[in-house]
């Protein structure tokens, strides 16, 4: 199972942040969990060092090439900090102004800089029209448009529907829910690049993953893993939904 443990905002300190390494370390080493943390940018350089032997993901990325950009982390100064893999077009950084345009544009740099993309795409409501259902495969065309073919399988996928995110288990998405969607995102995948990338692209699901639900949520679903946000952000919980996973 892929972990991408998204501390988002919530770990002030740098104490805290190595706690929460050596959990994740713990979870990494044990039944087959791959954890990819995505630390505030200030701690990522401290953490991510060779020994600490495990992946890092910055949570976003600039849009420019950087020089006289106030505030913005470019995907080489990611690299630079020790992270693989890159956190893009996360609701919350949507609600902040990344349109599909923007997303797009982050995931062609992070990819020119050699990180990895985790794209998040995830509709606000369902309707009984099921127009989120064209919501979604808006997100993914303009990202997988945008892209050079010869990179597309590099790009790894979180669905996460935004009116599950940061609440408590009963909250998330069902199992059977979820399979549909995981379905009907490698469906237009497909179109949209090959049947064999569709395949095997990685889909992590995000959204109110907590121990209670993680297993049913990450078995026989279709995906590869959890993207996790606040059981991420404090040892116990973490620990605990590890164990679940398995
Ligand atoms: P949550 O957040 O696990 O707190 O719901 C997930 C996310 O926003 O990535």
């Known amino acids: 199972m892929i972990i991408v443990a998204n501390w988002k905002a919530k770990v002030a300190d740098l104490k805290t942040a190595k706690a929460l390494v050596a959990t994740a370390r713990k ?69 902040l102004g990344d349109t599909d345009q923007v997303v797009a544009e982050k995931v062609k740099k992070a990819l020119a800089g050699g990180l990895l993309p985790i794209v998040c795409i995830g509709e606000r409501t369902r309707d009984a029209d099921a127009q989120y259902l064209h919501f979604i495969r808006t997100q993914l065309q303009s990202v997988y448009e945008a892209v050079p073919k010869k990179d597309v399988e590099k790009i790894m996928l979180a669905y996460e529907p935004i009116w599950a995110i940061g609440k408590s288990a009963e ?23 090959t049947k064999k990338i569709a395949d095997a692209t990685d889909i992590l699901y995000g959204g109110a993953v907590e121990d209670t639900n993680a297993h049913a949520l990450t078995h026989e679903t279709g995906v590869a893993g959890a993207l996790v946000g606040h059981a991420s952000s404090n040892p116990k919980s973490f620990l605990s939904l590890a164990k679940a996973l398995s």
């Open 27 to 95: 979870i990494n080493d044990s039944r087959g969990n791959k954890v990819i943390v995505a630390p505030p940018f200030p701690f990522l350089a401290a953490l991510a060092l060779p020994k600490t032997k495990l992946t890092f993901a910055g949570q976003d990325i600039s849009a420019t090439d950087g020089g006289a950009q106030t505030g913005e982390v470019t995907a080489p100064m990611l690299s630079a900090s020790g992270a693989r893999y890159v956190i893009i077009g996360h609701s919350e950084r949507r609600a």
């Open 171 to 193: 909250h998330a998405i069902t199992p059977d829910d979820l399979t549909e969607m995981v379905n009907y995102i490698r469906k237009v995948l497909a179109q949209l690049t």
